[in-house]
């Protein structure tokens, strides 16, 4: 490999004049090539229109046959339950049943008002019971009983399934990115010469290889879905290029980071199938996130206003990056401690520790997406719409008192919608961000190019503008979609979805990109106050990037296609 | 489950806000791209805050700048320096009408698509107008003095010299204080007054509405009486019609002609002939001329209606409407850059409308033909068909010279204008400039 991009290195400097007509015309080329990637890949992502799994029969009297296609639902009076029963003897949310291990089910009474009876037994409220096909169970008064899927529906359920639109086959999407992968190799020889490394050319190349080995692997392990981590080894792919450009000693580390979160992602996925071990590994989760956080307050160190790095070894991390991941497993509920008091206080107490210690380190953008989730996973638990507007309100207090306490957060606030009317001091990163992009035009000035990466910060926290400059408002745009369509998927998956532990768990790891992915743009380009975040996948940062692929994890366990996600058990 | 699906809807809610807020920011970028992307921090085209990319040649391919990432570059030659310094810019963009300030968004090539990405291999290249050896000769014969020449081809509109002084070397130390006069472009952004020169003006007014000044006859005693007060000439004309009150430039028989055509007729005639809003000139503002024509005090409005009192004229709009009477009363917008077509050439420059009347025009022409041989002598301008009126403008204690005109040379169709600060007497100081700059042009 050596050779041929020394042989590309002499081409590019004995000729600059074709070199330069290279770039020109590369630039059209990557455009092309990412609209097709990432087009394909959001198409077939948002295309999902999954026929559930239909698990059995709840037969009401007089009221009809439901079928049961979570493994979730709430029964009761109200029209958002799963099972509707329209009497007023019935209460709003009457009881919930829960598909247990090996086609048993549970039920459980909510403390309703009039009580449930299985099989002439008066239920405890609040207390599970295995209940079994034919049980006679009466709620206010109407009998109802749970019936198996016959065979015949089950392969009529089946046949229909397979119907369903198959996820986009992953080949030649794989050739396109690798193809994109050579072509940035190519162009960030001609742009730096000799001043790119071996090293970071050589990480885009495993990278490649890396992606041809995921694929293949799960592709022979009968997996058929795999929109999601093109988007991610797209945006890989463009993160080491920008780490070959401004720091090509790091781009290695940064492969290293890559290799990390698909092995931890490909860990969470198994993990997940197994709902019952997952809920019950949250407690150790809430440990270690303690722990870690413990250990970021006393050895952190501080770096440019926030002591949010811990060293150890020459290798400095990020903590709060992995508590991402803790939060959002703990924030998740399955739709019984949905409407156990204990697991919402166990959350909101765990939150107030995070935000603490996060405050206390000074990490306030990394605090605020915290905060921002964990009212939106809380929205998502309860539906409770008006504690969600009193907790916003009473946070806006608690910041505002924190702008009194800490100038230079005010500071940040009062260049807010005027960068341009200071651009040396308090506008200066914001000023530059949107000079260098925009500079970078619709196309931008090809990898290695940009001028942008001799700032400071250019590659993390301003990396929006980096990717303008060096790739173009086009792509740029294109990830931002991409983020988008994850979220969009964690919604359309709902309607499939088994347990609310895996919807929820999407929704919130969607919330936390989204609002992470909102505050690194807005920041950098003046729209909001610059608080320092990273740009998932995007932005150079060793554990940043974990935390990017290991949240793929939460994605993956929503995707109810048949036999597409790694994270579900396969199905026949 | 299906309570989710609904409460799921925040999740959409937070992808609008990011999309809002990005549509909002392409929004932004369509708009602004371009004044954010010519920044000066933006170090794709700048280093240490100076430009790094593009040159800047004269009419005939000299270089006069030359912007690369090792610092930028002037002509070596310290007289081409200094001469086009006004034309050009300083480093620091102080000159605020410099080309390589007001032309810098054609030097860095912006365009949304590319942004400053330069798809060229050999960089962006502008072409000025202005020929570097004229400017050269008139700022040698401007010399020490404070003063200003402009010259453009009253066909095509392109300025071929434009000087400013007191001037500096580019390459040199640069004068600290921006505000500097070293910094000001008299031609661009001065405006004076205009003193006899504006009898041009006045003359316009008073052939399109005195239909009896064949018969006008006035008596100049060198005093010239009005009530009290005193319109004072050099010297006694004794008895003068319009053509020879224009020839011998007498005040008195002007500031009688003035009250005949009154105030009104003058302020229509400052604004039809362009003096009174600024000049374009690829996009650059010059400053605009300023008067004063009262209609309760005929003293005053005579003295305006001889270019002293309030008038204030820029030498730029005064030069184009000198190229409107040579052009047959049609007005030229006048150009920096020269276009790389050669159908101006055969065209025309870009039309500013029609000034006067043609048969105006022609009167104009042949009083101003009248005064080069009545009064400057023909002989003193060999080999120039010379068109032109002097002037000389009391400015407190002070004299600056005039001269603006024209010459109607086959290859050499000139409209000019000069301006010396405390020069003296028109047509003895700014003349022989004026003879010295149209002379180097036409050997050319």
């Keep these: 490999m050596e050779v041929v991009l020394e042989r590309i290195l002499n081409i590019a400097q004995t000729y600059p004049e074709v070199a330069k007509h290279c770039t020109t015309l590369l630039r059209w080329v990557f455009v092309v090539l990412a609209i097709y990637i990432l087009l394909t890949s959001i198409m077939s992502l948002l295309r999902t229109r999954t026929t559930p799994v239909v698990n059995g029969y709840f037969l009401v009297e007089d009221g009809g046959n439901f079928p049961i296609t979570h493994w979730e639902n709430v029964i009761g009076r109200s029209k958002t339950s799963d099972i509707t029963i329209p009497l007023k003897t019935v209460s709003k949310t009457q009881a919930i049943l829960l598909k247990w291990k090996d086609d048993k089910w549970m039920f459980k009474d909510l403390g309703s008002h009039n009580g449930t009876t299985v099989n002439g037994v008066r239920l405890e409220p609040n207390k599970k019971y295995l209940i079994h096909f034919g049980d006679e169970i009466i709620m206010g008064g109407v009998h109802c009983t749970l019936a198996p899927a016959s065979l015949e529906e089950s392969a009529n359920n089946r046949l229909m399934r397979s119907d369903d639109r198959e996820p986009v086959a992953p080949w030649k999407i794989l050739l396109a990115i690798t193809l994109f992968q050579a072509l940035t190799i190519v162009q960030l020889i001609i742009a730096m010469g000799t001043d790119v490394s071996f090293g970071a050319l050589f990480s885009i190349a495993l990278l490649s290889v890396t992606m041809w080995v995921y694929v293949t692997v799960f592709k022979a392990a009968g997996r058929k879905g795999f929109e ?19 720091n090509p000693e790091g781009a290695f580390k940064q492969l290293v980071a890559i290799w990390i979160g698909i092995g931890l992602m490909i860990f969470m996925c198994i993990y997940m199938r197994d709902l019952d071990r997952t809920k019950k590994i949250r407690p150790i989760l809430i440990g270690l996130s303690v722990l870690l956080l413990i250990f970021n307050l006393i050895f952190g160190t501080m770096s440019y206003g926030a002591a949010n790095w811990v060293r150890i070894g020459g290798m400095s991390f990020q903590p709060s990056e992995l508590v991402k991941l803790a939060f959002i497993c703990v924030g998740a509920g399955t739709l ?163 347990s609310t532990f895996y919807t929820i768990g999407a929704c919130g790891a969607a919330t936390m990109m989204l609002i992470q992915t909102m505050l690194n743009i807005f920041g950098s380009v003046d729209l909001f106050p610059l608080t320092g975040v990273t740009f998932p996948f995007v932005s150079t940062g060793g554990t940043s990037m974990m935390a990017s692929w290991a949240m793929l994890a939460y994605f993956k366990a929503a995707d109810m296609r048949k036999n597409a996600s790694l994270a579900v058990y396969k199905e026949d | ?139 040698n014969a401007l010399g020490s003095r404070t003063g200003t020449v402009g010259v453009m081809n009253w066909k095509t509109g392109e300025i071929v010299c434009m000087v400013s002084t007191p001037t500096f070397d580019p390459a040199g130390s640069l004068p600290s204080d921006t505000g500097s006069s070293y910094y000001f472009n008299n031609f661009l952004s001065g405006t004076m007054t205009p003193g006899s020169t504006f009898k041009l003006i006045t003359s316009a007014a008073v052939i399109d509405t005195l239909d009896d000044r064949g018969s006008f006859e006035y008596h100049c005693d060198g005093v010239n009486k009005i009530g009290k007060d005193k319109l004072t000439d050099v010297s006694a004309h004794g008895t003068v019609d319009f053509r020879l009150a224009l020839a011998q430039s007498c005040n008195g028989a002007f500031g009688e002609l003035t009250r005949r055509v009154g105030p009104d007729t003058m302020k229509k005639y400052v604004d039809k002939l362009g003096l009174t809003k600024p000049v374009i000139v690829n996009g650059v503002e010059t400053a605009e001329g300023s008067f004063d024509f009262p209609d309760d005090n005929e003293v005053k409005l005579s003295w305006a209606g001889i270019g002293q009192a309030d008038d204030q004229v820029n030498p730029c709009a005064m030069m184009v409407y000198m190229g409107a009477i040579a052009n047959g009363g ?41 005064n080069v041989k009545k009064n400057y002598g023909a002989g003193n301008y060999p080999g120039l068909d010379l068109y032109a009126k002097s002037g000389t403008a009391e400015v407190g204690d002070r004299s600056d010279a005039w001269f603006v005109g024209f010459i109607d040379n086959e290859d050499a169709p000139y409209a000019f204008v000069v301006w010396v600060k405390d020069g003296g007497f028109g047509s003895q100081v700014a003349g022989p400039i004026a003879r010295t700059v149209l002379n180097n042009l036409i050997e050319k």
């Design chain 1, 228 to 246: 999601m981590e093109m988007i991610a080894f797209f945006m890989s792919t463009i993160n080491l290029a920008i780490a070959a450009s401004s």
């Design chain 1, 336 to 498: 019984e401690e949905l409407f156990e008091k204990r697991n919402t206080y166990m959350y909101a107490i765990f939150s107030v520790f995070c935000l603490g210690c996060l405050a206390l380190m000074g990490d306030f953008g990394t605090a605020l997406i915290f905060f921002a989730t964990y009212l939106v996973v809380s929205f998502l638990r309860s539906g409770d719409f008006s504690r969600l507007m009193l907790t916003g309100v009473g946070a806006l207090v608690m910041g505002l008192l924190v702008l009194r306490f800490k100038p230079y957060i005010a500071d940040r606030f009062a260049t807010w919608g005027h960068a341009w009317e200071d651009p040396d001091n308090g506008g200066f990163q914001q000023t530059r961000t949107m000079s260098f992009g925009s500079g970078g035009g619709l196309l931008g000035h090809g990898a290695g190019n940009g001028s942008m990466k001799n700032l400071f910060a250019s590659d993390t926290d301003l990396v929006f503008g980096f990717v303008m400059e060096e790739w173009g408002l086009i792509i740029a745009l294109l990830i931002v979609i991409c983020l988008v369509t994850l979220c969009m998927f964690a919604v359309l998956s709902i309607v499939a979805g088994r």
């Design chain 2, 1 to 139: 489950m299906k309570k989710l699906e609904k409460r799921s809807l925040i999740c959409i809610l937070i992808a609008a806000v990011l999309l809002a807020g990005v549509g909002l920011f392409v929004f932004r970028f369509v708009k602004h791209g371009g004044e954010w992307a010519t920044f000066y921090g933006n170090q794709q085209i700048y280093t240490d805050g100076l430009l790094n990319r593009g040159t800047i040649t004269d009419r005939n391919d000299e270089l006069l700048l030359d912007c690369t990432e090792d610092g930028i570059r002037y002509s070596d030659n310290y007289n081409t320096r200094v001469a086009t310094v006004h034309a050009v810019g300083d480093p620091k963009g102080n000159i605020a009408t410099g080309a390589i300030n007001v032309f810098r968004g054609q030097l860095i090539g912006y365009d949304i698509v590319n942004g400053t990405y330069d798809t060229s291999s050999e960089g962006k290249k502008i072409k000025l107008t202005i020929d570097a050896k004229a400017n050269v000769t008139a700022y």
């Design chain 2, 330 to 370: 049609k007005a030229v917008e006048p150009s920096l850059i020269k276009s790389a077509t050669f159908l101006k050439d055969i065209t025309g420059g870009k039309s500013k409308g029609r000034y006067l009347n043609e048969d105006t025009a022609d009167e104009l022409r042949s009083m101003m033909k009248n």
